[in-house]
């Protein structure tokens, strides 16, 4: 009855009926079965051998594997915790000294160590009513972290932010039309499950890491995308980028996002902030949020795609920490008595040695303090702070971000150029012609390309003109418009993808001449 929706109910029926013998191993227990009180007492014991820290039986490990791997008896009983419970007790890896540099220590983050912080948010997701459970899976996750966390601050001494100016440098500067989603707190593994949605689908996708600046903030961090000095005002750091931008800047909030209120042919940023207001006002319950975030921000971005937009960019501002099961003793003791206390960091005018090798310690070159100090690790300084999702350090969950490129897929690979650019920078009458021309050596797998041929002004497309061009094949385009300014732009007809383009403008040219050769 296990895979049989249509007896669901008389088989759950059933087991509220049921009682389990006296005596019963629950470890014998088929792996497949449908008993919530099984999934109950394997936690629990489990719970206990950490707790108490006691080595966890080979047997145990085999049948919590076998059983992250019954989707009928988990879906039964609603224990969706055992694939990240078996994750985090089975996760193997490279050794923290074989890490040579940063550069392979951001890599190996990057694809493999995220899913130990990836399998640690599913498990406090789905025990949030499970304080036992919680405590002990929280031990398991730092003892199997504190090795690669000792390594990552061995080799911080090397590290560079480059975060500062992204949004222009990386994205604008080279094609206005796409579109930025800017989270604030989605984590590098966060970001992963959005990357995931789009596996199957008909999308190129590209996966990069950000170095963020620090400290980890919100502030200072969303100063750094944008360009600007340290602004507390989000207009005034959109301003640094307008500066920059030929076309006028679409901003709007992510719920807002729809195909009738954004125009594909301007930049937008774009704000998703939801995350980050739940953690800091509703820590834990935040966790039940999620699914419905990471669907949302999936959607948007095909609405996004859909509206005609050439790439849609997913970034954030800083990631986060997991502090929900904390004793005092976890907690880290400021070095210094003066300045302000964070939960992830402290300001002080104060220069202290720290002997326990507990923080690392920077100079500041603006604000009223001159030094800040990190904890090594993912717990918090003493402070008055609520715990929960924490940022604000340097860890690799809070500093190592996400940056996601989504674009359609082309129609072809076909290579295409505009043969005269040259001659279209300046035009001296309203009639001109446009000359393409496809790659002639295209191999045989090379296939035609369906292509948007564009004249626009400073607002508005004057002509839009859809063909398809062959390998080896010379196409010419006639045209007849009155403008001064123009931008011709050769795009795939199904990705939006700019081919080629040009930029120009009219000019009376000397001896009379009413244009250039058109033939």
Known sequence: WLDSHKYRNKLKSYLYEFRLPNGLDIWKVNPDHPFSQIDEMWLDELSDLVLNNKEIPDFIIRSIRERKNKKEGMEITGSYYWK???????????KPHNIEDLSEYIEFYKNTLY?????????????????????????????????????????????????????????????????????DAISYEVSQEILNKFKNDKFNTTNKIINGNYPTTTVNNMSALFGSPYYNSRSKRESYLQDKLDNDLQVLNLDNVSEDNIN?????????????????????TALKYYNTFIDTVADKINTLLEAGYVEVHLVTDHGFVCNFNIDEADKYNPPVKD???????ILSNQYKEDKTDSFV???????EHNYIYYPKGTDPVKSKQQYGFAHGGITPQEILLPHLI??????????????????????????????????EDADLFKTPRDIILKIEDSENTVISKEFTIDPSEKIKKSFSVDLNRYNILVLDAVSKEIIDSVKGKKENLRGGLDGFDIN
Do not use: C, T
């Not at 990240?84 to 490279?94: D, E, G, T």
């Not at 690979?413 to 496809?438: C, D, R, T």
């Open 84 to 94: 990240p419970i078996s994750q985090i007790l089975n996760f193997k890896a490279k």
């Open 115 to 183: 899913k130990l912080d990836q399998s640690y948010r599913y498990i406090n997701q789905h025990l949030l009513d499970r304080e036992k459970a919680k405590k002990a899976f929280s031990i398991l996750y730092k003892e199997k972290m504190k090795p690669y966390l000792d390594r990552w601050f061995e080799l911080f001494g090397n590290y560079r932010e480059n975060q500062s100016d992204y949004l222009y440098r990386e994205i604008f500067s080279e094609d206005e039309r796409k579109a930025v989603i800017i989270g």
């Open 264 to 284: 594909p042919s301007k930049p937008a940023v774009i704000y998703g902030q939801d995350i980050d207001a739940l953690s800091e006002k509703g820590h834990e």
């Open 339 to 345: 300045g302000k206390v964070r939960d992830r960091y």
């Open 361 to 367: 310690v920077r100079e500041r070159s603006n604000g």
């Open 406 to 439: 989504f674009k359609k897929e082309s129609s072809s690979k076909l290579k295409v150029f505009i043969e005269n650019k040259e001659q279209l920078k300046n035009i001296g009458a309203q009639s001109f012609a446009v000359k393409l021309k496809s790659e």
